[in-house]
């Protein structure tokens, strides 16, 4: 008989592809998915640690998972409830004592463990859990027929951060920098463009340092990449660009200091290689780069955003930025403000700052008010908004590629898809389009999308 899982997912593209891969490691065991929970028999949370009060909420989410079951079957017994990705990594076993009707705990090195940790609870053991971090952990292997996603897919190149910006969690749920075989990324990436793939994300906390730690080489050694540092991002790239046959390659993220020229050159040299580029600064002062331990300059960061404006395609530049980090003076918050000017990002994720448990930063004692964070975070949207109708503005009147995904949210006769820089697009279309790429003509630019007809 099969089995259901409701698999909920939270976050970042890392964790939709863990999702995947979640998914997929319980086919295995017998379960299908359902997107309903209540006829769920395992109820698993993949969870996020970058939003504020994340712990707090997967336990009212379970509470609330469990009221539907139980107003809905109050005789049969209780799914199995679990908990994946960055939270279960972060309070593990203090999760089982938080909510008592949590059973499976799941760090971010063991969905390959799934399925046994699942029939140990089905064979009636109360509670499981596996939170081990490794420094060479393997990486879990999905196969091109397996995906869930559609139209787009997720190759990891590597996991888990070395970094240690001081404000961050990610080192500690994620672990140690890991890079994956060149020639199994590229395998992956051939694969996916023979099962119909026209777009792939290549993933990773920081791909630009792919590489340079812990290569770890599975059961096929890579003769090429025996030597950390031999093969570079830039290398890796170009290699996919070449080899995979995909019409459309994107990455992310990228970190400033690690990021270089050459990638930028490579991308200027292969058609496939898509104008994206998602460079996150996180502050433009600084005094705060320095407290936050990026390792980069405003200096060094804007020479980077120039050598990106002077490739020869037009690229787009997204980024993160966190405001009212501890310390930051109206002065600090200023030239944040300047190096968005300066920069003219096409997208900026803006969070304000809040501290994660073990980090650095949560220690330090000079934090900023709550308003103040608020006014920050409002006055660097509304310069954002202002940039962004520029660089939306751009397009208008111009021919788009856009890879059509799905059915418009908003309107039935619509469909939607992204362009090669990452913008939404809406227009109209025949719904057969779906997973094809098609030329727009953008008629209207919107604060977060275009809009336009098919050429
Ligand atoms: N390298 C990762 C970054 C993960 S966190 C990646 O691939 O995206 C994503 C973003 O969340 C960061 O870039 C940062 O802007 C924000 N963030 C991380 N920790 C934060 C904190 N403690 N408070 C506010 N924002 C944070
Ligand atoms: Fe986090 Fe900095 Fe790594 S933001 S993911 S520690 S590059």
């Known amino acids: 008989m099969t089995k259901k899982l409701y698999l909920e997912t939270h ?17 295995g065991a017998g379960y299908e998915l359902t997107s309903i929970p209540t006829e769920a028999d395992l109820i698993l949370l993949n969870t996020c640690m970058v939003r504020e009060k994340a712990a707090r909420k997967v336990y009212s989410r379970i509470g609330e998972l469990k009221r539907q079951h139980v107003e809905k079957s109050p005789s049969t017994g209780l799914p199995i409830f679990g908990v994946m990705g960055c939270v279960a990594q972060a309070e593990a076993d203090r999760m089982f004592d938080r909510n008592k009707d949590i059973r499976l705990v799941l760090g971010t090195q063991a969905i390959g463990k799934l399925p046994e940790l699942v029939s140990q609870l089905e064979d009636g053991f109360s509670r499981a859990i596996d939170i081990r971090l490794t420094k060479n952990a393997e990486f879990f292997e999905l196969d091109a ?7 787009v897919a997720f190759i990891t190149i590597t996991e888990g951060c070395n970094k240690f910006c001081s404000f961050c969690i990610v080192p500690f749920t994620r672990g140690r920098e890991r890079s994956r075989s060149a020639d199994k990324i590229v395998a992956e990436a051939k694969s996916l463009a023979e099962h119909g793939f026209k777009e792939v994300h290549l993933l990773g906390q920081n791909v630009n340092s792919y590489g340079l730690s ?7 050694v890579n003769e090429e990449a025996d030597v950390l540092g031999e093969v570079t991002f830039a290398k890796l790239l170009e290699r996919v660009a070449k080899e995979s046959g995909l019409p459309r390659i994107k990455f992310t993220t990228s970190y400033p200091r690690d990021f270089d020229e050459q990638i930028v050159k490579v991308i200027d040299e292969h058609e496939n290689l898509c104008e994206w580029i998602h460079l996150p600064a996180q502050s433009g002062s600084n005094r705060i780069l320095r407290a936050m331990r990026r390792g980069y300059t405003r200096e060094e960061y804007l020479h980077k955003i120039a050598a990106i404006k002077n490739a020869k395609k037009d690229l787009a530049i997204t980024g993160d930025m966190i405001v009212g980090f501890p310390g930051e003076t109206e002065e ?21 700052y809040s501290p994660r448990p073990n980090t650095p930063a949560a220690a330090y004692t000079d934090s900023i008010p709550e308003e103040v964070k608020t006014e920050r975070f409002l006055k660097l949207q509304e310069l954002q908004m202002r940039i962004q109708a520029q660089r939306y503005g ?3 009147n111009r021919t788009v590629e856009v890879l059509v995904e799905g059915e418009s949210a908003r309107s039935p006769e619509d469909c939607f898809g992204h362009t090669r820089c990452n913008k939404v697009v ?25 809009y336009g007809h098919l050429v």
């Open 11 to 27: 976050g970042c593209q890392m964790n939709v592809h863990d999702s995947e891969k979640a998914s997929y490691a319980l086919a």
């Open 145 to 151: 027929d397996v995906r869930k996603t559609e139209h």
């Open 214 to 220: 812990g290569l770890y080489h599975g059961n096929s």
């Open 332 to 352: 600090d918050f200023n030239e944040t403000l300047s190096l968005a000017a300066e920069t003219e990002y096409d997208g900026l994720y803006i969070f304000k």
């Open 394 to 396: 751009r397009y208008v």
């Open 426 to 450: 809406n227009f109209p279309a025949p719904k057969h389009l779906i997973g094809s790429l098609v030329n727009v003509k953008v008629t209207q630019a919107k604060n977060h999308s275009l």
